[in-house]
């Protein structure tokens, strides 16, 4: 959609975990249960434990926790830490400069719908992606 790979496998791994009846998560069960390829998964998986959402437990038990609530790790964090979020705040058709005094040809338009991505993204947190209802989320 409108994120890189590496922030779609990001909220997909969280996702997952806010909707998993499990408390701890292997990379390995990750990579089977998500189809994200396995150097991909763990290098995402030390850059989401670097940015503090995500710890590791060592040992036979051991797998990866979430370290910080699920109720405040909003979407733009996670977005922020992977890949920034300056490709949702700058201009459309990548001006550097785009603002009501000086309009690319789409600023009108797309200001209401940037601002809109941009409320989501900072709104929603992970625990708003736990599943309330009886469908079945697909991973």
């Given at each position: 959609?409108?994120?890189?790979?590496?922030?779609?496998?990001a909220?997909r791994?969280?996702?997952?975990?806010?909707?998993?009846?499990?408390?701890?998560?292997?990379?390995?069960?990750?990579?089977?249960?998500l189809?994200?390829?396995?150097?991909?998964l763990?290098?995402?998986l030390?850059?989401?434990?670097?940015?503090?959402?995500?710890?590791?437990?060592?040992?036979?038990?051991?797998?990866?926790?979430?370290?910080?609530?699920?109720?405040?790790i909003y979407l733009?964090?996670?977005?922020?830490?992977?890949?920034?979020?300056?490709?949702?705040?700058?201009c459309?058709?990548?001006?550097?400069?785009?603002?009501?005094?000086?309009?690319?040809?789409?600023?009108?338009?797309?200001?209401?719908?940037?601002?809109?991505?941009?409320?989501?993204?900072?709104?929603?947190?992970?625990?708003?992606?736990?599943?309330?209802?009886?469908?079945?989320?697909?991973?």
């Amino acid at each position: 959609m409108i994120f890189f790979k590496t922030s779609e496998y990001a909220i997909r791994i969280f996702s997952y975990m806010i909707n998993s009846d499990l408390q701890v998560f292997t990379a390995k069960h990750l990579i089977e249960k998500l189809n994200i390829p396995d150097k991909y998964l763990r290098n995402l998986l030390t850059k989401l434990t670097k940015a503090g959402f995500i710890k590791s437990i060592q040992g036979r038990e051991g797998g990866y926790v979430f370290v910080k609530n699920a109720n405040k790790i909003y979407l733009s964090d996670i977005v922020d830490s992977i890949e920034g979020m300056q490709k949702y705040e700058q201009c459309i058709l990548g001006f550097k400069r785009c603002d009501s005094e000086k309009q690319c040809a789409l600023h009108k338009k797309w200001q209401p719908i940037k601002n809109e991505i941009l409320n989501f993204l900072k709104n929603k947190t992970i625990a708003d992606l736990k599943n309330k209802d009886e469908i079945q989320l697909r991973f």
